[in-house]
């Protein structure tokens, strides 16, 4: 069956520190992998997807299969990086559900 | 309209009722879903809809949930005799694509539920 785990619900960090929030999930078959943010107040959207291999808000994630892991970096925090971000993991012949982790919640202090 | 519309955005039932929540996602898109979140947790799937069609209903809980979209653009979502287990954020997303395989996902607001 089909997992993502994220294993940190809060993740603290300065203001221009690097952040990483992890992710790790269990499928048997070759999946596609998103990150999702939820700013304060406002509705969950996308961040970026690996298929695309984007750097979105300076935000990057590769996808590792050998340690099924799809961590999201930024070398450099801000504020207003400050929200909930899930990991979702999406099957590839069922374009229909995304299975999402349990969110960690990013706190960029000034 | 610009973005997918949930109605009511807070809603407090007591416990045995029923409740009805409305999606209105957005124009022309033909693809619809619904998750749950409960507090602390992600969204879980309940229910797709392409067009009028509910193609998957897998993630409904029970059969305390009904969800239909019978003109192919609004949505209700219904839950018969409410439990506080019922208690989540009820979110509606929507999708240009058809078979859903596209990325470009728009979520609404959510309703957030509480049964008392």
């Known amino acids: 069956a089909q997992r993502v785990t994220q294993p940190e619900k809060l993740l603290s960090v300065f203001k221009g520190a690097p952040v990483e929030l992890k992710c790790n999930y269990s499928?048997?078959?070759?999946?596609?992998l998103f990150w999702y943010v939820q700013y304060s107040r406002q509705r969950l959207q996308l961040l970026l997807r690996?298929?695309s291999r984007e750097s979105i808000k300076g935000f990057t994630a590769d996808l590792n299969k050998g340690e099924t892991s799809f961590h999201l970096k930024k070398p450099f925090a801000q504020e207003e990086d400050s929200a909930m971000y899930y990991c979702?993991?999406?099957?590839?012949?069922?374009?229909?559900?995304?299975?999402f982790g349990s969110g960690t919640k990013l706190n960029v202090k000034p | 309209g610009a973005g997918v519309s949930q109605s009511p955005r807070y809603k407090v039932a007591k416990r045995g009722q029923d409740v009805a929540l409305r999606c209105d996602p957005i124009?022309?898109?033909?693809?619809l879903f619904w998750y749950q979140q409960a507090l602390g947790q992600g969204p879980e799937f309940l229910t797709y809809?392409?067009?009028?069609?509910?193609?998957?209903k897998s993630g409904l809980p029970s059969d305390r949930f009904f969800a239909e979209r019978p003109e192919g653009s609004v949505s209700t979502l219904k839950i018969q005799r409410t439990q506080q287990e019922d208690s989540a954020v009820y979110l509606c997303?929507?999708?240009?694509?058809?078979?859903?395989?596209?990325?470009?996902?728009?979520f609404g607001s959510g309703t957030r539920l509480t049964v008392v």
């Open positions: 997303a929507s999708s240009l694509a058809r078979t859903g395989q596209g990325y470009g996902y728009t």
């Open positions: 499928y048997s078959g070759s999946p596609e």
């Open positions: 690996h298929i």
């Open positions: 979702a993991l999406r099957q590839t012949y069922n374009f229909n559900k995304f299975y």
């Open positions: 124009s022309g898109h033909v693809s």
């Open positions: 809809f392409q067009n009028e069609a509910q193609l998957d």
